[in-house]
């Protein structure tokens, strides 16, 4: 068996196309959306990640900025400016990246951002509502493992689900989004830690395997059931790639899980086109909420 390759480019293009046409009315209002991505301690060689948010959004038209503090700053220094942006009228969404240094506390920052131009979907009041069930931005990543899942898979009732990692921004949303009560979704789900006994057997169990971990090729084949759909999360830069060759991986050992696995999302291509889409959909809510929908 060779697994089908579960790509998000074509899905993240159709996302972004409805994206356009909404941003298209604002501007005609004679409106520039503005995106305010916040990084401490980025390296000299910049962050991908930060660059393809910025890159999306000004090919949307948004005016996009990004504010760099060194890893040395102060919490009062992160509180000034995420206080100062959630104020400014001209950005109508802010981007925290995480992680942050050890030195800065996390949750107290992101409740620093203005819930309503949180497009990350991590101000403690938008969790309240996504786990509720009501309507507010919701983080972008599992919203994107959604769409690809509901397009390879179809209906997700009653499917054993196993996502490995618990972070705040896949692990955790993810597993309350795929038990909504919510036609199409209704999933079994298990979240797995770094605290799970016989975590290969209970990796086994399930239909769909999600893995966001963080540790580049950490699951193998072992790990995966016969026939089993794939998502990796995760992504990592490989140090000194050969010429011509990747230069990135993920946390799935692509050529082991790939003979096993009946689909499985390649890195990069895979979820990560879909984490931008999203993300841009939801500065798209935060404009219309924050200067009226037409």
């Not at 060779?2 to 046409?21: P, S």
């Not at 101000?123 to 390879?152: D, F, I, K, Q, S």
Request: aromatic share 4%; net charge positive; with cysteine.
């Amino acid at each position: 068996m060779t697994a089908t390759l579960l790509w998000g480019k074509e899905a993240a293009a159709e996302i972004r196309a409805q994206v356009k046409e909404r941003f298209d009315r604002i501007a005609a209002r004679g409106i520039q959306p503005g995106l305010a991505i916040v990084t401490v301690g980025e390296t000299p060689a910049g962050n991908p990640y930060v660059r393809s948010k910025s890159r999306a959004a000004e090919e949307l038209g948004v005016r996009a900025r990004v504010e760099r503090f060194p890893g040395t700053t102060t919490e009062d220094a992160l509180h000034a400016k995420l206080r100062e942006l959630s104020a400014d009228r001209g950005v109508h969404g802010i981007i925290l990246q995480l992680p942050l240094p050890s030195h800065l506390p996390e949750d107290r920052h992101l409740e620093d951002i203005a819930p309503i131009k949180d497009v990350d979907g991590l101000h403690p009041l938008n969790v309240g509502r996504w786990v509720h069930g009501l309507p507010g931005h919701r983080p972008a990543t599992p919203l994107g493992v959604l769409e690809l899942l509901r397009r390879h898979c179809g209906d997700l009732t009653g499917k054993r689900v196993v996502i490995i990692g618990r972070s705040r921004i896949v692990g955790r949303p993810l597993s309350v989004f795929l038990s909504e009560r919510s036609p199409g979704l209704n999933a079994t789900v298990t979240l797995c830690h770094s605290a799970t006994r016989d975590l290969k057997s209970v990796a086994r169990e399930a239909e769909i395997l999600v893995v966001a971990i963080g540790r580049r090729r950490a699951i193998t084949s072992e790990y995966v059931r016969p026939g089993a759909v794939v998502v990796d999360v995760g992504i990592h830069e490989i140090p000194e790639p050969p010429p011509g060759g990747p230069r990135f991986e993920g946390d799935v050992d692509m050529a082991s899980v790939r003979s096993v696995a009946s689909a499985v999302t390649p890195v990069p291509g895979g979820v990560g086109p879909m984490t931008v889409a999203f993300l841009v959909r939801n500065l798209a809510d935060a404009v219309e909420a924050q200067e009226g929908a037409r």
